[in-house]
């Protein structure tokens, strides 16, 4: 079962800053983060496990709160680079491991 | 870096056809996928493959095979192409450990007309 993305769409002015969720209906292992321009292939964030853990990657951090089974991507200041449709891929715990992703969120920064 | 080629960029093909998409990695990767992607449904896996001749269906396996003899090499192959299996398809590898990211390809813009 795929993780509910929101906002499905932000749109921002350079320097703001943007929150994008993911929620699961089932426990999870794990989430990742990737981040697809247009025209291009998906590349990955950060993988983020059952714990709680906080990572970072550039001004982009990410949380997992393992317990409400969902996961946040924090953009802080945002840059025009960061545009783009973002995806949560989610592992479930005693699955297969292989993750099933969101239906993306769509962020558009302008200058 | 690990790099994932995806055989054609786009594809146009006639209904009925068969069609195969291949994918290629070059990092001595396990698992290999195949993804499809449409506006609004995000990334949905079709099959995925976690060794030489070892295949598993995704979530929306219907009307597609795959084929992997050998590593380096995940084929995607639409027996009967028909026009809602117009898309785009994305391939991707990672190294088969647990939390290992996934690698994906440029994708290949399927058009069946």
């Known amino acids: 079962q795929q993780p509910v993305q929101s906002p499905q769409a932000v749109i921002l002015r350079e320097g703001e800053d943007a929150v994008i969720n993911c929620s699961s209906s089932k426990a999870l292992y794990s989430v990742h983060w990737y981040r697809q321009k247009h025209g291009e292939a998906p590349v990955f964030l950060m993988i983020l496990l059952k714990g709680g853990e906080q990572k970072g990657h550039e001004k982009i951090s990410a949380s997992f709160n393992e317990k409400k089974q969902q996961s946040s991507l924090y953009l802080t200041a945002s840059q025009l680079s960061y545009s783009g449709t973002y995806f949560c891929?989610?592992?479930?715990?005693?699955?297969?491991?292989?993750?099933?992703f969101g239906r993306g969120t769509s962020l558009i920064v302008h200058p | 870096d690990v790099k994932v080629t995806q055989s054609s960029r786009y594809l146009v093909k006639r209904t009925g056809e068969k069609v195969f998409l291949e994918c290629v990695q070059d990092m001595d990767h396990e698992n290999m996928f195949w993804y499809r992607q449409d506006p609004g449904l995000g990334l949905r896996l079709i099959y995925f493959?976690?060794?030489?001749?070892?295949?598993e269906k995704g979530d929306i396996p219907e009307g597609y095979s795959v084929s992997r003899e050998k590593k380096e090499r995940f084929s995607l192959i639409l027996e009967s192409a028909s026009t809602n299996q117009t898309s785009m398809y994305l391939c991707?590898?990672?190294?088969?450990?647990?939390?290992?990211?996934?690698?994906f390809g440029n994708g290949t813009r399927l058009t069946v007309t």
């Open positions: 891929g989610t592992e479930v715990a005693g699955g297969s491991y292989i993750p099933t």
């Open positions: 991707a590898s990672s190294s088969g450990q647990a939390n290992s990211p996934l690698h």
């Open positions: 493959s976690y060794d030489v001749k070892m295949k």
